[in-house]
Each structure stands twice: as C-alpha cells, then as structure tokens.
C-alpha cells in the first residue's frame, strides 16, 4: 500500500553522489575564488628606503622650494617622548580660491627609513589649508611641510623634534 503523506525516500546512490560534489566544491572552493589583494596601501608600493634628498627629487623634481616659515604654521612637539605617536599640525596662511588654493601638503622626515610620512590634496571648496594628524618618528630628525600652490611654487617649513623612545622598531 502506497501513503499518500509518506515523502519519497533518498537512494544511497543519489545521497553518494551529492556527498561527492559536496566534497569537490569543498575543496576546489577556495582555488575557484582566490585571486591576488588589491591594496593601495602595500608597503611595496611605497619605494626602497632612500635618504630625504633623493625623496624630494623623486617628489618635486628640480623645481625650486622657497622658505614658507612666514606662511606656513608647523606645530610639533619640541620633545616626543614616543616616536611611535607624534602629533603635527600643518596651517598654511593661502586664500582657498578657485584661482589661488593649496594644491597638496607633504609631510617628509629626514631620519626615518622612509621619509615621506604622508601627502594630502586639497581643493579650494575646503575653504581653509589645515590637516592635522599622527607622525611615527625613529630618531631625533627634522621634520618638514612642503606646501604646493596652484600655481607650482612649493614652500617649506621645517622644526626639528627630538626623540627620547624611536617608533620605528628601528
């Protein structure tokens, strides 16, 4: 007698073989969804370590950088105890117009393995050139903001910051 409510029943057989394709993806899975990071951030992108000067040609080329110590507000500690966590605040005294703005503001370290420590793009509907942030320092250095204006001049203010602690694992 057949019952109607009775569910038909799984062979062994089909019951095997959803196992085994089970068991296939399982292990193909990951080879089928694998493929390489795309990160901007890879420490090989950033280049070798190279000293300051060759930072900046790679950076600004041959073009001239006059002293912007009128123009531009450095503030920094005299004294970090941890190189690891250095605060910096970087104001430049530009009108943020359309014709006249900040372009970019670079942050370079003299000592460290790799001097760049970071680079911000501006644009004139920020209304003011200010950034602020955290450096990590190895050694006692100069630490440096070039500003580039609109219209190509680059200026340059630098203070020196000593180190009691590194934060380089140097």
């Known amino acids: 007698m057949n019952d109607p409510v009775r569910a038909p029943s799984v062979t062994r057989r089909a019951l095997l073989q959803l196992s085994a394709w089970l068991g296939l993806a399982g292990l193909l899975g990951p080879f089928a969804a694998s493929r390489p990071a795309q990160a901007q951030g890879m420490l090989a992108n950033l280049g070798p370590e190279e000293p300051v000067e060759a930072t900046m040609r790679r950076l600004f080329g041959t073009r ?9 507000k450095l503030e920094l500690p005299i004294i970090a105890e941890n190189g690891a966590l250095v605060p910096v605040s970087i104001e430049v005294g530009s009108p943020m117009t359309s014709q006249s703005y900040v372009k970019t503001i670079t942050i370079l370290s003299d000592k460290n393995r790799r001097p760049m420590n970071a680079r911000f793009n501006l644009t004139p509907a920020m209304g003011q050139a200010f950034i602020a942030t955290n450096l990590r320092l190895g050694e006692t ?8 204006l609109s219209d190509g001049t680059l200026l340059m203010a630098k203070r020196e910051v000593k180190v009691t602690v590194g934060g380089c694992g140097g």
Not at 64 to 72: E, H, M, T, V
Not at 141 to 148: K, L, N, S, Y
């Open 64 to 72: 001239a950088i006059k002293d912007g110590s009128s123009s531009i």
């Open 141 to 148: 250095t100069d630490v440096r903001a070039i500003a580039e």
